[in-house]
């Protein structure tokens, strides 16, 4: 795929009509059509090598006048002559705007969520790209500051007749399209990953990245229906003005069938109600048993646990990923 094509919005296995036209509602309500993609042009700032892998701070545009930085890491075996698949990591929010990439390519943060560098010593190319909002992507003049500038980026994209999760999908669609592009990633192996608010990009992406043949998610599914019943207040990315007269969040997860997604939560995280999680994880697997691919959702909640990327649910992400990216 040539660099600066974002590929079709849709799988090209026809969907049953009562997802096609879900779809169609989603997009509306994101925003309306994704717009013609720019040229990536991409650039590395500078790079460095590490052990076992190296490290490359790069930009490159998604749309013009707006171009976002990431880090790639790159395990020594691949090269473009033994490509490795590759994976996007979508960072964590924790109103920690100063973090982005820097947290899952193992540079700052808690390392409980350095996964970036954990993928990469298992042998996956890895891009972690800075969020809308965080890390060199918070306001360029400085006049607004954390859940400020946030805020006034959700407002912006209201007024323009779009939302947070709009521009969050162009952005994550661009970051594939570099991704895709690099000689040392094989273009036909490709995931991504995310916690907390990186979840809730996983299953937003999902149904407008046909490249992406594996998504893993852990911690965050918040239901409408449970946002409403507890009153919580969740990231920007969650809310879509008037899809929930079409559905619920559940309902943009299944619309990742047929690629594989494996979804982790824990039972005692309140950002995400488990009554409604154990709910959603029901209507998705639904949508999954009726295209025939029943196989290809799995999810786990583990017990006692909160909002938390434990042993036991990394271990998921890392079995998931072999078993459809190796």
Same mark, same amino acid.
């Given at each position: 795929m040539p660099s600066g094509r974002i590929a079709a919005g849709v799988e090209s296995t026809a969907e049953l009509p009562a997802a096609a036209a879900l779809r169609a509602h989603l997009l509306q309500?994101?925003?309306?059509?994704?717009?013609?993609p720019c040229e990536l042009e991409p650039k590395v700032r500078r790079e460095e090598q590490r052990d076992g892998y190296?490290?490359?701070? #790069? !930009? =490159?545009?998604?749309?013009?006048?707006?171009?976002? $930085?990431?880090?790639l890491l790159i395990p020594d075996g691949a090269t473009p002559a033994s490509p490795a698949p590759g994976v996007a990591v979508w960072h964590q929010h924790a109103g920690k705007w100063h973090l982005g990439k820097t947290e899952p390519a193992g540079l700052a943060g808690d390392?409980?969520?350095?996964?970036?560098?954990?993928?990469?010593?298992?042998?996956?190319?890895?891009?972690?790209?800075?969020?809308?909002?965080?890390?060199?992507?918070?306001?360029?003049d400085g006049r607004l500051k954390g859940a400020d500038y946030e805020r006034f980026e959700f407002l912006r994209q209201v007024?323009?007749?779009?939302?947070?999760?709009?521009?969050?999908?162009?952005?994550?669609?661009?970051? #594939? !399209? =570099?991704?895709?592009?690099?000689?040392?990633?094989? $273009?036909?192996?490709?995931?991504?990953?995310?916690?907390?608010?990186?979840?809730?990009?996983?299953?937003?992406?999902?149904?407008?990245?046909?490249?992406?043949?594996?998504?893993?998610?852990?911690?965050?599914?918040?239901?409408?229906?449970?946002?409403?019943?507890?009153?919580?207040?969740?990231?920007?990315?969650?809310?879509i003005p008037g899809f929930h007269r079409h559905g619920d969040t559940p309902d943009i997860a299944g619309l990742i069938t047929?690629?594989?997604?494996?979804?982790?939560?824990?039972?005692?995280?309140?950002?995400?109600?488990?009554?409604e999680v154990r709910r959603g994880v029901k209507r998705i697997a639904a949508t999954y048993e009726r295209a025939n691919v029943a196989g290809r959702f799995t999810y786990f909640i583990e017990p006692g646990a909160g909002h938390v990327l434990s042993e036991m649910m990394w271990r998921r992400v890392r079995e998931t990923f072999r078993k459809y990216l190796s």
């Open positions: 309500c994101l925003g309306g059509d994704w717009p013609e190296s490290l490359l701070w #790069v !930009d =490159y545009a998604v749309e013009p006048g707006d171009r976002v $930085p990431a880090i390392p409980i969520h350095h996964s970036g560098v954990a993928l990469a010593r298992l042998g996956y190319v890895v891009l972690c790209p800075d969020a809308l909002c965080f890390e060199e992507r918070q306001d360029p007024v323009q007749g779009r939302c947070m999760a709009w521009k969050n999908i162009l952005d994550m669609r661009r970051a #594939v !399209d =570099y991704l895709s592009s690099r000689p040392e990633v094989d $273009p036909l192996r490709l995931g991504c990953y995310g916690h907390s608010m990186g979840s809730t990009h996983t299953w937003l992406v999902g149904p407008w990245e046909p490249r992406l043949k594996c998504l893993v998610g852990n911690c965050c599914l918040p239901t409408y229906r449970g946002l409403h019943r507890n009153k919580l207040l969740q990231c920007f990315p969650n809310f047929p690629r594989a997604l494996h979804l982790n939560f824990g039972e005692n995280d309140a950002s995400s109600p488990i009554q």
